[in-house]
């Protein structure tokens, strides 16, 4: 399985603060925890 984490400064700056104020205040740490983890099955393991 592989595994995509997207940070928060994977994003443009102007991206980055609508997510911000999308989310407020109360969540944070989007440095060091990722905003969405994507998992892909590999594709030898489907054949």
């Known amino acids: ?3 995509v984490e997207i ?3 994977d994003f443009i700056p102007e991206k ?4 911000l104020e999308a989310f407020g205040d109360e969540i944070g ?3 060091v925890f990722p905003i969405v983890t994507l998992e892909f099955e590999d594709k ?3 054949n």
């Open 1 to 3: 399985m592989k595994i």
């Open 7 to 9: 940070y928060l400064n």
């Open 16 to 19: 980055q603060q609508e997510i």
């Open 29 to 31: 740490n989007y440095d």
């Open 44 to 46: 030898e393991a489907n």
